[in-house]
Structure formats: structure tokens, C-alpha cells
């Protein structure tokens, strides 16, 4: 996240006021009408009030047919939560190691195509990035040799970039050895969960200081194009030709705003086939408080330019999100956003923030019908799915130094 570990960009943490260990433990007043989702953090997570999970991986890792948990965590050794099928989560530890990193994001994959999903962390301080081949019964082989090079990690993505069927990993770089430069790993199909470092063949030579990467078909020809969220401007747009090799084309992205941008997150928000971008910003990670923060929506227009249509659909903010997601909390069948939510200067903990999909991708913040007004906390990024086998979406946040959350759907007939 920029380097959060030093004194130049660390969180301003003796002006934060901390959350009590039992402010997990809080309930809703009796008399509030039940949201869309409730939170089940006191009784259905292991509670690690001051842990820094920084992002969640959520993906069957023993084999029992429900999505458990690989947690990104900053300064203690990463965590694997197994899930008893009803979304109540048991700390399998020692499952990544015995040693700390300073991780800032998780990634679930089978990289080495043996039907078992694969976990990996990149780091940022130590730039010590790993690899961990999971044996399908919760169990894992460090296999971080295989990984081609070491770095500031502070983004993540995976995905087929090249067309070969396995899954490659591009890694975020905000650091000045590598000139904020990103990189480009493609999974060899010889030796499936070994990775070739194509980024001087692959990608463009620019510097980024990256936060965040999201791989989708940006530009509809079926292949994985890439947006890069940066801590200095510009987000950048690489188009893929198919075979993995990206060209620049950020001159897409109508950035008219100079952002300081966490996430970046791809949805079709109104509904006409084509994607979008969402982008969460930073007041400043660096006491410049004059960044603005406000959250943006980069709707696709039919030439594929994306025009910033914020103010048009999107609640004004003045908090900076370090994390959030795309999920459909109201079942109506429109991607609705969670949006994370810290005051700064201070990083104060705030209330986790919903938005509701009109359809027609315009958004009203239905937080008070949608999170439960004891979801408070330093929330980082996020991650959705149906954790209790119900039917209806999940919500799994991460938290720094303050308890990770898990928020509970409900199905139409509950919310009824």
C-alpha cells in the first residue's frame, strides 16, 4: 500500500482512536429493521482484533465442497481459515509457514493443474513473494523457488493472459528498484506451476507505482486486458493482443482528476454489455491531504473510451477506501458495491459503506438497509461469495490492526 512500513507513508496511527477487543461483540439494537447482512464476526471468525488482514483469497483449499479463506497479513504469518460449510471459520495454523512477511495480497489458483487450488502472496517491504501448492486437503507445499523474482509487491492479479489454459501472475510493483515497473509471469505448460518472467518481452516499460491490478476483457476480443490502479496518476489501461503481450492505452480512461488509487474493480454497472471501472482513492498515504478521495465510476462508451460519469452516479465521499467489492447484496440481479471506509488524517476506523444498483447503473448508498451499523473498522480489501451455502452472496473484509469481518447474506425469502 505504498510502502505503509516506513515513516514516509506509515498511517498517522497516534491520532486513531482503537476499537476495543469486544467491539466485535456488539449488536444491533433490537428495534432496527435486519439489513440485507448481518454480521457474524463475533461468533463465526477467530477474533484477531489488532491482526493486519490486508486481503482475503476465498476458495475450497481441503476438499469439502465450501469456500474457506487465505488471508493476506501485514507483519504476522499468513492465515488459512477453514470453513465448516455453514460459514464458521477455524484458523488452521502454520498451514503458510512459520515466518512473517510484510503481504500485502493473496491470489487462489491450481497453477500447477493437478485439481488442487494453489495460494499466492506478494509482499511489500521484505519482497519476499510466495508460492504455496496446495495438496487439496487444506495442506500446502511451499513452492516460492518457483516464483522468477523478488519485489515492492503492491498489487496482484491472476489469470490466463496468453491463451494457454493456465493461469499467470501479474505483480503490482511500487517499488524504485524496479522503477515501479510491474511484472509479467506466464505459468510454463512444460513445468505447470513454474513461472517464466516475460515482463521485458510483454509489457510496456513504464513505471506505475501500482496499488492495485484487475485482468478482464476490457475491450471485448476474448482475452485478458489489464487495469493498473497507481498511487500516482495516471491509472493505467493495457490492452492484450492475445498472446499476452500488452500495449499501453490509458489514453482510454478519462482521468481528467489526479487520483491517489487503492482498487480497481471491473463490473458491468449499467447493464449494457460492455465493462466499466470503478476506482477507490486515497486522500493520501502520505499526509498530502489535499488528494481527493471521492470514489469513480469510468462508465465504457461504444468506442471504448472510459468516461467518468461519477458525479452522475455515484454518492459523494470525502473517507478514503482502501478496499471494497463488487456483489449483488440485494439479490435483484444488478452489481451493487461495498465500498470500505477510513477517515484521514487520523485513520479512523468509519462504517463500511453500501451502494445499490439501480440497474441502469446508478447508485444510492443504502448502507442503512444494507450493513449493520457495528460493522466499523480500518477495512481493507474485501472479498464476496456464498460462504454458508444458502445461496446468497458473502462478505468476507479484511481489516488493519482492527478485527476482519464476515457480513452474512440473506435470500429473497429472508429478506421478505
Same mark, same amino acid.
Given at each position: 500500500?505504498?510502502?505503509?512500513?516506513?515513516?514516509?507513508?506509515?498511517?498517522?496511527?497516534?491520532?486513531?482512536?482503537?476499537?476495543?477487543?469486544?467491539?466485535?461483540?456488539?449488536?444491533?439494537?433490537?428495534?432496527?429493521?435486519?439489513?440485507?447482512?448481518?454480521?457474524?464476526?463475533?461468533?463465526?471468525?477467530?477474533?484477531?482484533?489488532?491482526?493486519?488482514?490486508?486481503?482475503?483469497?476465498?476458495?475450497?483449499?481441503?476438499? $469439502?465442497?465450501?469456500?474457506?479463506?487465505?488471508?493476506?497479513?501485514? !507483519? $504476522?504469518?499468513?492465515?488459512?481459515?477453514?470453513?465448516?460449510?455453514?460459514?464458521?471459520?477455524?484458523?488452521?495454523?502454520?498451514?503458510?509457514?512459520?515466518?512473517?512477511?510484510?503481504?500485502?495480497?493473496?491470489?487462489?489458483?491450481?497453477?500447477?493443474?493437478?485439481?488442487?487450488?494453489?495460494?499466492?502472496?506478494?509482499?511489500?517491504?521484505?519482497?519476499?513473494?510466495?508460492?504455496?501448492?496446495?495438496?487439496?486437503?487444506?495442506?500446502?507445499?511451499?513452492?516460492?523457488?518457483?516464483?522468477?523474482?523478488?519485489?515492492?509487491?503492491?498489487?496482484?492479479?491472476? !489469470?490466463?493472459?496468453?491463451?494457454?489454459?493456465?493461469?499467470?501472475?501479474?505483480?503490482?510493483?511500487?517499488?524504485?528498484?524496479?522503477?515501479?515497473?510491474?511484472?509479467?509471469?506466464?505459468?510454463?505448460?512444460?513445468?505447470?506451476?513454474?513461472?517464466?518472467?516475460?515482463?521485458?518481452?510483454?509489457?510496456?516499460?513504464?513505471?506505475?507505482?501500482?496499488?492495485?491490478?484487475?485482468?478482464?476483457?476490457?475491450?471485448?476480443?476474448?482475452?485478458?486486458?489489464?487495469?493498473?490502479?497507481?498511487?500516482?496518476?495516471?491509472?493505467?489501461?493495457?490492452?492484450?493482443?492475445?498472446?499476452?503481450?500488452?500495449?499501453?492505452?490509458?489514453?482510454?480512461?478519462?482521468?481528467?482528476?489526479?487520483?491517489?488509487?487503492?482498487?480497481?474493480?471491473?463490473?458491468?454497472?449499467?447493464?449494457?454489455?460492455?465493462?466499466?471501472?470503478?476506482?477507490?482513492?486515497?486522500?493520501?498515504?502520505?499526509?498530502?491531504?489535499?488528494?481527493?478521495?471521492?470514489?469513480?465510476?469510468?462508465?465504457?462508451?461504444?468506442?471504448?473510451?472510459?468516461?467518468?460519469?461519477?458525479?452522475?452516479?455515484?454518492?459523494?465521499?470525502?473517507?478514503?477506501?482502501?478496499?471494497?467489492?463488487?456483489?449483488?447484496?440485494?439479490?435483484?440481479?444488478?452489481?451493487?458495491?461495498?465500498?470500505?471506509?477510513?477517515?484521514?488524517?487520523?485513520?479512523?476506523?468509519?462504517?463500511?459503506?453500501?451502494?445499490?444498483?439501480?440497474?441502469?447503473?446508478?447508485?444510492?448508498?443504502?448502507?442503512?438497509?444494507?450493513?449493520?451499523?457495528?460493522?466499523?473498522?480500518?477495512?481493507?480489501?474485501?472479498?464476496?461469495?456464498?460462504?454458508?451455502? $444458502?445461496?446468497?452472496?458473502?462478505?468476507?473484509?479484511?481489516?488493519? !490492526?482492527?478485527?476482519?469481518?464476515?457480513?452474512?447474506?440473506?435470500?429473497?425469502?429472508?429478506?421478505?
Amino acid at each position: 500500500m505504498g510502502s505503509r512500513a516506513n515513516g514516509r507513508h506509515r498511517p498517522l496511527l497516534w491520532a486513531a482512536p482503537l476499537l476495543a477487543a469486544g467491539a466485535c461483540q456488539a449488536q444491533e439494537p433490537a428495534d432496527r429493521p435486519p439489513t440485507a447482512l448481518r454480521d457474524v464476526t463475533a461468533t463465526h471468525l477467530p477474533q484477531a482484533p489488532d491482526l493486519h488482514a490486508l486481503d482475503i483469497a476465498l476458495a475450497d483449499f481441503d476438499g $469439502d465442497g465450501d469456500l474457506d479463506a487465505a488471508l493476506a497479513v501485514e !507483519g $504476522d504469518v499468513n492465515r488459512l481459515y477453514l470453513n465448516d460449510g455453514h460459514g464458521r471459520f477455524t484458523w488452521a495454523e502454520g498451514a503458510f509457514g512459520q515466518r512473517a512477511h510484510d503481504t500485502e495480497h493473496v491470489r487462489a489458483a491450481d497453477f500447477d493443474r493437478d485439481g488442487h487450488i494453489d495460494v499466492v502472496f506478494v509482499a511489500e517491504d521484505d519482497r519476499t513473494h510466495q508460492l504455496f501448492l496446495g495438496r487439496g486437503d487444506g495442506r500446502f507445499v511451499d513452492a516460492s523457488d518457483r516464483l522468477p523474482a523478488k519485489s515492492e509487491g503492491n498489487g496482484l492479479a491472476v !489469470g490466463d493472459v496468453n491463451g494457454d489454459g493456465l493461469p499467470d501472475i501479474v505483480v503490482g510493483n511500487s517499488g524504485e528498484e524496479e522503477g515501479g515497473r510491474n511484472f509479467l509471469w506466464l505459468n510454463d505448460p512444460a513445468r505447470p506451476g513454474w513461472f517464466e518472467d516475460r515482463t521485458d518481452t510483454h509489457l510496456p516499460a513504464i513505471g506505475n507505482r501500482a496499488q492495485g491490478v484487475a485482468l478482464a476483457d476490457l475491450d471485448g476480443d476474448g482475452d485478458l486486458d489489464m487495469a493498473v490502479a497507481t498511487e500516482t496518476p495516471p491509472t493505467r489501461l493495457l490492452i492484450n493482443d492475445g498472446t499476452g503481450r500488452f500495449t499501453e492505452a490509458s489514453d482510454r480512461l478519462d482521468q481528467a482528476t489526479p487520483l491517489e488509487t487503492r482498487e480497481v474493480h471491473v463490473l458491468g454497472a449499467n447493464g449494457d454489455g460492455r465493462p466499466d471501472l470503478l476506482l477507490l482513492n486515497l486522500t493520501s498515504n502520505a499526509g498530502e491531504w489535499d488528494k481527493d478521495p471521492q470514489a469513480r465510476l469510468l462508465v465504457q462508451d461504444e468506442s471504448g473510451r472510459f468516461i467518468d460519469e461519477t458525479a452522475d452516479r455515484l454518492p459523494a465521499n470525502r473517507f478514503s477506501s482502501w478496499g471494497g467489492a463488487v456483489m449483488d447484496f440485494n439479490g435483484d440481479g444488478h452489481p451493487d458495491l461495498i465500498v470500505g471506509a477510513i477517515a484521514v488524517p487520523g485513520f479512523e476506523p468509519l462504517q463500511v459503506r453500501a451502494y445499490a444498483n439501480d440497474g441502469e447503473g446508478r447508485f444510492r448508498d443504502a448502507t442503512a438497509a444494507t450493513i449493520p451499523s457495528t460493522t466499523v473498522g480500518r477495512s481493507w480489501s474485501m472479498a464476496a461469495g456464498d460462504l454458508n451455502g $444458502d445461496g446468497a452472496e458473502d462478505l468476507f473484509i479484511g481489516g488493519w !490492526g482492527t478485527q476482519a469481518r464476515l457480513l452474512l447474506g440473506r435470500t429473497a425469502s429472508a429478506r421478505e
